[in-house]
């Protein structure tokens, strides 16, 4: 059965360009950032890899560790670094998996369970895994999104909904269509009128189900 939301994320001890990761040892008590890729040297994954290392700051102040996994082997992803940052311009300083045995795709149901041969395969095999997962620090999976091979992933929408989820985990609001840092946000419905006024003060009761108002700090 696939991951669900707010299922455990399955724990894993693998290889990586850092060392071994354990890797709900790795998360430790903030976010993860797990994004997955079919083959080492491709060049969607490359510029994406890119734009993540060029991003890892960001995540850093949002207390996420960012992570990859690719099915190649962690000698091909060091040599792969290079590359990725002559095309760039990003050093990659975050880990990536080596998972030439695909036991974290399989166990992240990334890829068919039945899935045996390993040696020969293309991207078009390992097509399934494109997909980005957030953890939260209770090792609960937060978000999964799965792409296709030629389209790269927005990352700044990762950024994004991370500043959502973990707004909404600390405050009784939930986030609108297209919501950033700073705008408005929905009051959740089980909160009554007169708690949302202590809590957040004045609110615009748009809908009789609709009650927007600013920004919890």
Known sequence: MALRLN???PDF???????????HDWIGDGY?????????????CTTELGMM????????????????VSVDPVEDHHKWKSDIATFTGNEVSYPMIGDPEMKVAKLYDMLPASEERTDGRTPADNATVRTVFII????????????????GRNFDEILRALDSIQLTAKHKVATPAG??????????????DDEARDK?????QKLPYIRTTKQPS
């Open 7 to 9: 299922d455990t994320a």
């Open 13 to 23: 001890t693998a290889d990586s360009t850092e060392g071994e990761i354990s890797f």
């Open 32 to 44: 993860a950032i797990l994004f997955s890729h079919p083959k080492d040297f491709t060049p969607v």
């Open 53 to 68: 290392a060029g991003m890892a700051e960001e995540f850093s102040k949002r207390n996420a560790k960012i992570i990859g």
């Open 136 to 151: 939260g620090p209770d090792k609960k999976v937060k978000l999964s999104m799965t792409y296709p091979m030629t389209t």
């Open 179 to 192: 919501w950033s840092q700073g705008g408005d946000v929905i009051i959740t419905g089980g909160v009554s």
């Open 200 to 204: 957040f003060g004045d609110f615009d």
